[in-house]
């Protein structure tokens, strides 16, 4: 019993050390009152992964190479399946839980509105994927500088606002880190709404 409490207490601290930090940087969210639409960019370039800070293709050979070792194919299904999970996951993720939250205003946040006078552009700083053993677990992790830039003229940014460690994972076990990671971003979202609410609305 004194084993479980340790653990527990152990969980517990991880998960408050852990926690998300955004922080507005510069601006302010005015300019949004009045406005339907807001389109949305996600820019993953530059991001780093791990405690290692390693780039996008260091990851993807290291985590490949460690599958197909386990399992020949094994690395290649997965490169296809974490090549496509920010289309598939991370950026529906994002989307689905601004929208659900800031949809009561009446503002949409989408992809590929280019009319749009504003655009967020959220751009993804570094990932930790976590891991799940059934018994424990580690939330993942995502970082992301969140900015709002008039779409017509980049350069001229409204607020900018800064995202640290929002935690991904969900109830039960969550084996996939794709998935895990999608939580992340869904956390985003919704922080990121509630900010918004708060200082707007």
Do not use: C
């Amino acid at each position: 019993m004194k084993k479980i409490a340790i653990v527990l207490a152990f969980l517990l601290t991880a998960s408050v050390i852990h926690s998300q930090k955004i922080k507005i940087e510069a601006g302010n969210f005015d300019f949004i009152k009045g406005q339907k639409e807001i389109n949305v960019e996600f820019v993953y370039d530059n991001m780093t992964l791990m405690k290692e800070k390693m780039t996008n293709d260091e990851y993807v050979a290291k985590r490949s190479a460690d599958l197909e070792g386990k399992s020949k194919g094994k690395g290649k299904v997965w490169e296809k399946k974490w090549n496509s999970s920010n289309e598939f996951i991370w950026n529906p993720k994002f989307l689905e839980l601004i929208n659900k939250y800031l949809d009561k205003e009446g503002v949409d946040f989408e992809e590929g509105l280019s009319d749009a006078k504003y655009t967020l552009i959220v751009e993804t700083v570094w990932l930790y994927p976590g891991w799940d053993a059934g018994i424990m677990k580690q939330k993942a992790k995502v970082t992301t500088n969140l900015k709002f830039v008039e779409t017509s003229n980049r350069d001229n940014v409204l607020v900018e606002v800064s995202s640290k460690d929002a935690p991904g994972d969900q109830w039960g076990n969550n084996y996939s880190n794709e998935s895990r990671l999608g939580e992340g971003y869904a956390k985003t979202g919704k922080t990121l709404a509630k900010l918004i609410l708060k200082k707007v609305f």
